[in-house]
């Protein structure tokens, strides 16, 4: 036998073959899908374990509370608002139905607006229109007549607390 083949060498590369093979499985046993490396991902707390189950995605906190270990499932607030906006969504559907029935069905629009002296208008818009009058002359003069009896008292008590000699009101 040559000494390039003898069995010892033989053994050496099928050795060191086997342990190359080895590393590279235990790197990829690290990279591995969850089911190969079990089912829970654990973290240590203060209190005890976090433990995520990798299938459900479910998080519970397990603690040793004295009679043995105990896990938790861990509240799901994103759940819960979840919830809440599809409560809330269909809420707002169900309400919009109900203001959409109680209006009345509106004319269709047509592409001519509405003529300035309002006989293009249709009628809820003639209904919709609010005209204030202005006030009278006889108004005015009564209201003016109020303002100066008013500016007259308003004048007559400060003359009366600066004509007080102790200036107190």
């Not at 093979?21 to 973290?43: H, M, Q």
């Amino acid at each position: 036998m040559s000494p390039a083949t003898s069995p010892s060498r033989v053994f050496l590369v099928v050795g060191a073959l086997a342990l190359c093979l080895g590393s590279i499985g235990a790197a990829a046993a690290d990279s591995a899908p969850s089911a190969e490396n079990g089912r829970y991902a654990l973290s240590p707390t203060a209190d005890g374990v976090l433990r995520l189950d990798t299938r459900t995605g479910v998080v519970s906190t397990c603690s040793n509370g004295g009679h043995g270990w105990a896990c938790y499932a861990a509240p799901d607030e994103r759940k819960a608002m979840d919830d809440e906006i599809g409560r809330l969504q269909a809420e707002n559907e169900k309400l919009k139905a109900e203001l959409a029935a109680q209006r009345p069905a509106e004319p269709p629009k047509t592409g001519a607006p509405p003529k300035a002296d309002g006989q293009g208008a249709s009628k809820s818009q003639a209904e919709r229109k609010i005209e204030i009058p202005l006030p009278s002359a006889a108004d005015v003069a009564r209201v003016e007549s109020l303002l100066q009896h008013a500016w007259r008292r308003l004048l007559d008590m400060a003359k009366g607390v600066q004509s007080d000699g102790s200036g107190k009101i």
